[in-house]
T-cell receptor, first 113, second 111 residues
Framework: DTAVSQTPKYLVTQMGNDKSIKCEQN?????MYWYKQDSKKFLKIMFS???????INETVPNRFSPKSPDKAHLNLHINSLELGDSAVYFC????????????FGSGTRLTVV | AQSVSQHNHHVILSEAASLELGCNYS??????LFWYVQYPGQHLQLLLK??????LVKGIKGFEAEFIKSKFSFNLRKPSVQWSDTAEYFC?????????FGTGTRLQVFP
């Protein structure tokens, strides 16, 4: 019973396309995050939602748009994909009021060709 | 804002060798510190965390870390590594409402 699940696991697409990555958590956490891990393994936060409200929006191109329909789901839509968007995208969740760290999803490896 | 430095980018050890990976955070006060491990092709998993109390923290798989406030450090240790410890190790600090990660240390253990 996966705690934080992401789909798809792999995504290969052409430049200029639009794609979405979905994330769901069944831990009852109130906060969800998107992190980007580049080819050098550096992890950088992109967005965070707390109870469907956007609370962190780092310097990310506006081609990236997160959406949280409810506190258990956080999706990431990317428009007009570029080569530099190739990375592994990790979803994570936490309980802000009772913080014990993140639980991560298994990641989505996005390759733009 | 907090930041985290991991000075060892790539560590190569033989099995049974002892391990210490460095982690320094940028400023004091109350800190919440974490070590995560990422096995090849997998997601990040929590190894251990420090919030308060005993500065020597024990985690899973025989790992431990020591919080030294005067040095702004939270180094990860293991007395005897195994081939299965080959992975990327990330130190992280809680900054307001998010985790800030270090750049990671790649550990390779050879039989």
């Amino acid at each position: 019973d996966t705690a934080v699940s992401q789909t798809p696991k792999y995504l290969v697409t052409q430049m200029g396309n639009d794609k979405s990555i979905k994330c769901e958590q069944n831990l009852g956490h109130d906060t969800m995050y998107w992190y980007k891990q580049d080819s050098k393994k550096f992890l950088k936060i992109m967005f965070s939602y707390n109870n469907k409200e956007l609370i962190i929006n780092e310097t990310v191109p506006n081609r990236f748009s997160p959406k949280s329909p409810d506190k258990a789901h956080l999706n990431l839509h990317i428009n007009s994909l570029e080569l530099g968007d190739s990375a592994v995208y990790f979803c994570a969740s936490s309980q802000v009021g009772d913080f014990y760290g993140y639980t991560f999803g298994s990641g989505t490896r996005l390759t733009v060709v | 804002a907090q930041s985290v430095s991991q000075h060892n980018h790539h560590v190569i050890l033989s099995e049974a060798a002892s391990l210490e990976l460095g982690c320094n955070y940028s400023y004091g006060g109350t800190v919440n510190l974490f070590w995560y491990v990422q096995y090849p092709g997998q997601h990040l998993q929590l190894l251990l965390k420090y919030f308060s109390g005993d500065p020597l923290v024990k985690g899973i798989k025989g790992f431990e870390a020591e919080f030294i406030k005067s040095k702004f450090s939270f180094n990860l240790r293991k007395p005897s590594v195994q081939w299965s410890d080959t992975a990327e190790y990330f130190c992280a600090v809680k900054d307001t409402d998010k985790l800030i990660f270090g750049t990671g240390t790649r550990l390779q253990v050879f039989p």
